[in-house]
C-alpha cells in the first residue's frame, strides 16, 4: 500500500509503462483512414518532459515549503508566511501517489536545506562547528519526511481528516523534536509568532504547541478551500472552523491582555550587554578585557541608574573558573601533581577568583554609590576535582555586597553538538573534532536566587529554548514553597556573530514568559538582552552585537498560567497517536504473517 509508510511511488512505474505503450506499437487512423503515429517528435519531447517532472515535482513542492517558512524566521522576519508554509507539504499529504522515485528521500533533502539555512549561526564561531552545524540540521531534517508519511497514512488509511491528521502529527513531532537526544525546539511553527503579542496568549494553554497546532489546523484549511474537486460544502466547513479557532484564540489574547496588572516594583536591575565574540583561544589578556568591559559597564550602569537590587552578567562573561574540591581528592596524572600539590593550586586559584568577585561587588556597594545592597549574578564555568573524571558546570552564580556566595545554578540542559556531543561515551574520539576539549556536566536541579523580596529562576542559555525544562523547573520551585516571581536567562550569544540565530533565541524567551506566566530577564552577550513580561511584551531590547545597559524593573504577573497544570499533556497525546498511526500498518502485515503461519 503507498499510502502511509511505503516509500514506493506510482511514479517509479511510470516510464516503464510508457515504453511498454511505445514498444507493442500505438498508432491511430484518422477520419479520412490515413495512419498517423502518436509517436511524433512533440509528443515524445512531452513526455519527456512530463516523466522529467513528476521525478522533480516532489522536490520542488517540498523545498517551496522550506522556503516559505525561512521567510517567516529571521532574517527575513515575514511572520505571516508561516500561516501558509506548510501548504505544499500538505499538498503532498493530500496526493493519492508520490511523484519520483524516492519521494521521501527529496522531501528530506528540502528540509535539510531549510535547517542548514536556518542554523547556519551555528558554524561561525569556529570552523570545527561546521561538522556540528552539518549533522544537526541532518538530524533536524528528519521530521519533515516523517510527518509527510505519518500523515498521508492518517489520511489515506485511515480516513482521518487532514485538518485533524495534520495537527495533530505535526505537534506530536514537534514533542519528540524537543525532547529526543536531549531536544531541540528552535525552529518551532509558534516560534515565527512572537510579534503577535495577542496571540501569543494562548501559549499558556498548551504551550507553544497549542498556537503550532493552531497554525497547521489553517493550513490544512486553506488547503481544502483549494481543493475544486470537493463539494463546495466540504471546501467551506474547514475554512470556518479554522476561523472560528483564530477569532477565539484573538478573543482570549485580548482578555488576558487586559487583565488588571501589578503595579508594585519587586526588582530594580541592570542588565549588561558586552559585545564579544566568542573565541577559543582563551589567552590572558582576553581574560582580562572580559572582566575589564564588563566592571566598566557595571559602573556605567550603577552612575546611570542609581539605586540597584541586582547587577546580571550573561553566561561565561567571568571567564575565570571556580574549583570544588571533593574527597578523596586524588593525584591528577595529566599535570603530575600529587593530591596535596593540587589541594594548593585549586585553593591559590579560588582566592584568585574571590578576590575579583569582591573587588566587582565592592564597586557596586561603595559609600558613594549605595543607599542599598546590591547582589551581582554572574556566569562562569565551575570544575569539580575529586574521585573519579574531572567535571565542568556551566554555572550562575549569585553574589552577596560581601563577596560571598549566596546560590549557585548549574545548567541542567547542556547543548547538543555545543556543549556535548551524542556517543561520545562510545566514541570519545568524537570530541577530538570540537574545540571543546570534553562535555559539561548536567546540573542536577532549579535552585532559587531570592534578591530581597524577589525570587528568581535562573536558566542559562539554551535553557530557554527547551518549553518542558523551564516549565518543569518552575513547578518543581513551587513544590518547595518557593514560587519564583521571574525567570532569569544568562547567554553568551557571542557563539552566532550576529546572526539571526541571535533573534530565534529571544523568540524563545518571549515564549516561555507566555508559558509559565512569569517576567523574564536575559542578559545577553553581544545581544539580544531583553525586558518582558508575563503577557510576553518587550518591554526593551538591547542592540546586536553592541554593548548596552538595560534597567529592568520587574513586577509580579497577576495571571496564573493553566499550562503549568496540563502541561504538555496534549502534545503528548499527540506524539501517542502519531506514533501508533505510523506503526499501525507495521503490526497489521505482521498479525496477518502470524495467523497465515496458524
Known sequence: MEAGLNVNSSAE??????ASGRATGSSTVDKGGDKRSDNSGDKQTRDRSAVLLGHWQTL??????SLLLYLAFPPARLGLLAWVAPLPWLWLVAQPTLAARRPYLAIYLASWVFWLALLQGIRLAHPALILGWIALAAYLAAYLPLFVAITRQAVHTYKIPLIVA???VWVGLELVRGRMISGFSLGGLANSQTEWVTLLQICDLAGAYGLSALMMITSSAILALMQTERSRLARVIEPVVAVALIGGALLYGQARLRAPESEETILSAALIQGSLDTVFEVSPERVRETITTYARLTSEARASIG??????WPESMFPIPRFDIEEPLEDDRESGLTKEQLRLRLEEMNRQFDS???DAVASLNSEANASRPTLLLLGTNVIQYGPGPTKIFNSAMLFDPQGTRIARYDKMHPVMFGEYVPLTDLFPFLYDLTPMAGGLSAGEGPVMFEVGEAKLSPSICFESTVPHLLRTQTAQLVAQRARPDCLVNITNDGWFWGSSLLDMHLH????RAVENRRPMLVAANTGFSASIDGRGRLLERGPRRAERIIHAQVRRESLTSPYHTVGDLPAVVCAALAW???ISQQVGEFWQLLKRRN
Open 580 to 582: 501508533l498511526i505510523a
Open 13 to 18: 512505474r511510470e516510464p516503464r509503462q510508457r
Open 60 to 65: 520542488l513542492v517540498a523545498l517551496l515549503g
Open 508 to 511: 524563545c524567551a518571549v515564549l
Open 307 to 312: 539605586d540597584l537590587d541586582l547587577v546580571i
Open 166 to 168: 495534520a495537527p495533530i
Open 356 to 358: 575579583v568577585v569582591r
